[in-house]
Structures are given as structure tokens and as C-alpha cells.
T-cell receptor, first 115, second 112 residues
Framework: GAGVSQSPRYKVAKRGQDVALRCDPI?????LFWYQQALGQGPEFLTY????????KSGLPSDRFFAERPEGSVSTLKIQRTQQEDSAVYLC?????????????FGPGTRLLVL | RKEVEQDPGPFNVPEGATVAFNCTYS??????FFWYRQDCRKEPKLLMS???SGNEDGRFTAQLNRASQYISLLIRDSKLSDSATYLC?????????????FGTGTRLKVLA
């Protein structure tokens, strides 16, 4: 009965380091989204998975960003060679059904700070 | 023009006041609309969907005006616990897959 969980909750990285952010969606949820939320802004879409298939990655800001969901459950967002502008909260959301859907359930987010 | 626009606020209102937020969207083919609430340093949570005929949930009323491409949220009898950021969300028509576009959010602070 747990909700969406994300780890780590906080991450401090030095510029140039690689980071991996994990999302555990609600069990059985088909759809999984990643969003980036900068301070004072709304969440910005990064990518969408339907089961293990990445159907939309149009929001990934550069080729340093990579996401996967190999078994259709847990997902990882990887950022290579982090830059200061990558500092943000990274939110994962899941939904029972495929798009279009009514309700997304968000995880608590990972706060990434790149120094 | 941004795809979804909101007045960032903050809106500072006394307890018991009625407050309304608007949100405009740029794509007339947008299909579904939602209001999410986000507390400080927390994740967004669905407040309510917005239906064409307008809908109410307790003290909250949401309305959609397709002709003018805006949605609104009205909060009556504001409570201290209503203090949060309210995010307008629009389901973007597909060019491949659907996408949820969030506004920047409107901050509400209800004062005692």
C-alpha cells in the first residue's frame, strides 16, 4: 500500500560527477513520469514510460540525461557530468493506466544540488 | 507565450475570504485540465479535475472556459491549511504521446 518512493531524498554532487536517481512506483502502475522542478517553477516534463517502454523522452534537456525502466517497475534517471544548472528537485510520478490518465501519484522527489 | 500561464502571486488573504485563481493555456486542442496542490517542499497532489460544466468539491469550485482558454479555481471560506501553491495542469494534445504541462503555480497564504 506504499506510495511512490524515491531515493536518495537529497544528493549533493560536485560539478562533473555522475548521479543516479531511483524511483519505485506504486506496484502495478503502468505509467511512470519523470519531472524536473526548479525553484519557484512548476514541474517540467522529462520523460514517460509505459511499462518498460520509454515512449517519450522529448523533455530530457540534453544527452547527459538518461532514463530507464528495464523491468517495467523501478526506474532510474541518470545524469552524467552534472552541471550547476541541473540543480533542481527531480520528481517521479506513476499512474495505474496508460495515457491519457486522470491522476498521477508523485513521489517526494530527490533534491539535487550541484556545486 | 508560455503553454500554461499562472499568476505566481503570492495571494495573501485573511481566513474566511474567498479567493480565485486563473490559468490560461495556449493550445485550444488541450483535452483535460487539473488543479494540483503543492505544499512547501512536498510533492504535488491532485486537488481536482476540471470538467467542462464546472465542478465543485466542498469549498473548492473549478471552471473551464474553452472559448477564452482559461480555467479557474475558487476557494471559499479560506482556511489556514489552504496555504500552499496551486498548480494548473493541462493535458497536451498528442503529437506522439500525451504530455502533462504544469503552470508555474500560484502561491496562496491564508492569514489568521
Amino acid at each position: 500500500g506504499a506510495g511512490v518512493s524515491q531515493s536518495p531524498r537529497y544528493k549533493v554532487a560536485k560539478r562533473g560527477q555522475d548521479v543516479a536517481l531511483r524511483c519505485d512506483p506504486i506496484s502495478g502502475h503502468v505509467s511512470l513520469f519523470w519531472y524536473q522542478q526548479a525553484l519557484g517553477q512548476g514541474p517540467e516534463f522529462l520523460t514517460y514510460f509505459q511499462n518498460e517502454a520509454q515512449l517519450d523522452k522529448s523533455g530530457l534537456p540534453s544527452d547527459r540525461f538518461f532514463a530507464e525502466r528495464p523491468e517495467g517497475s523501478v526506474s532510474t534517471l541518470k545524469i552524467q557530468r552534472t552541471q550547476q544548472e541541473d540543480s533542481a528537485v527531480y520528481l517521479c510520478a506513476s499512474s495505474l493506466n496508460r495515457l491519457p490518465i486522470k491522476t498521477q501519484y508523485f513521489g517526494p522527489g530527490t533534491r539535487l544540488l550541484v556545486l | 507565450r508560455k503553454e500554461v500561464e499562472q499568476d505566481p502571486g503570492p495571494f495573501n488573504v485573511p481566513e474566511g475570504a474567498t479567493v480565485a485563481f486563473n490559468c490560461t493555456y495556449s493550445n485550444s486542442a488541450s483535452q483535460s485540465f487539473f488543479w494540483y496542490r503543492q505544499d512547501c517542499r512536498k510533492e504535488p497532489k491532485l486537488l481536482m479535475s476540471v470538467y467542462s460544466s464546472g465542478n465543485e468539491d466542498g469549498r473548492f469550485t473549478a471552471q473551464l472556459n474553452r472559448a477564452s482558454q482559461y480555467i479557474s479555481l475558487l476557494i471559499r471560506d479560506s482556511k489556514l491549511s489552504d496555504s500552499a501553491t496551486y498548480l494548473c495542469v493541462v493535458l497536451w494534445p498528442p503529437s506522439g504521446t500525451y504530455k502533462y504541462i504544469f503552470g508555474t503555480g500560484t502561491r496562496l497564504k491564508v492569514l489568521a
